[in-house]
């Protein structure tokens, strides 16, 4: 939306960039989603807001009760991560609800906690640069 919306810099990004980042950087590390959202965050602020906001990002992502965003349809359980690595915050949830995961259940989760991070890194981005 921002490199249609608002051109430069943003349609100078490649999208393809964060594919990269699905499965915490495909060794289940920091969850791809804050990865994404920093990259976001540092794009727009100066290196000081940045680091402040990034703290601040994580910070919320261990404490969310996660995920909050639910596809039409579904209900899926939310899980506290306490912890900004996609291998502990998933591992977690799936020791709570039992799914496997390959399971369409844990393909939501993940999209919501995807939904979840884009709205709490607008929700950051707004409230520091309005």
Known sequence: MLAEEVGYPYNQI????????????????????????????????????????????AKWYKEAEFPYYQAEGSKVKQTVANSTLCGDSVSKWMD????????????????????????????LLNAELA
């Open 96 to 123: 709570e609800t039992g799914a496997e995961y390959g399971s369409d259940e844990r393909k939501s989760r993940c999209a919501g906690v995807a939904a979840d991070t884009a709205k709490k890194v607008i929700e």
């Open 14 to 57: 490649p999208t393809e960039t964060f594919l990269g980042f699905a499965g915490g950087f495909g060794q289940a590390s920091l969850c791809g989603t804050v990865g994404v959202g920093n990259a976001f965050i540092h794009a727009v602020c100066d290196k000081e807001t940045a680091s402040r906001l990034s703290g601040e990002l």
